[in-house]
């Protein structure tokens, strides 16, 4: 799919929006998971694969160490889902990606560091209804017995007990949509979700490049985020929602008071 170039406010509200009536219920209610890049060339890497060397085998290594030395009480279950979750919330390298289901949080992220104003920026929007439906019959089953859209931790660490296990249920490689728990107000307030690949080292853009129709990537020009950015304040769309506490207010009024360059 070409990039879609917005060129106003009015437009990318209409873009973000677009597709998302459901006439089996009756209501809008979008299908997509969005991720907001300050940066329109930044690729869909994972952090594990920006660590770089041999990444794919350091995967267990650094997740078993995290296990060990981590406070127990950080996790729900002792299931490796959960400790995934976990560690990508708190900044170790893994295989997860982060999301949201919210387009302006998306828009936020695409325009909250404004020593990138310079540069386009760029939403990726993925259908994971439609990434789901090539998953293997295993975990698409356990969707359809829950009658659910997405994957949970629990959901997971019932079909799947190990990343081994994952990687070998299917040759072609996959891509899972799951929720995290609830750790803290950060996942709650980003509404966040999260996609895993069975494959650690294929990169979700590389991925989605064979499935052209169930993904979109919006760019968002350079000289229309100062609006973007001025508007989502307006509407209390700002770290101070996304990151409770002291650090988030100091990242928002810091940004809120910066000069335009």
Known sequence: MNPIRVTSWAEIQDVLFADSWVPEIGRYRSRYAFR???DANYPLETTLMRLGGEYAQLERHLLRNFRKYAHRRVVERDSVWHWLSVAQHYGLPTRLL???????AALHFATSNIEKFDRDGAIW???????HRMAPDLLRSRLEYEGANVFTVEMLSESVKTLAELDQLRDEPFTL???PPSIDDRIVNQFAFFSMSSDPTLAIDRWLADYPDIWMRIVIPAELKWEIRDKLDQSNVTERVFFPGLEGLTAWLTRHYSPRG
Do not use: H, K, Q, R
């Open 125 to 131: 929007g993925v259908n994971y209804i439609a990434a």
């Open 98 to 104: 982060d999301w949201t289901y919210s387009p302006f």
């Open 36 to 38: 907001g890049l300050s």
């Open 177 to 179: 949509f799951f929720e």
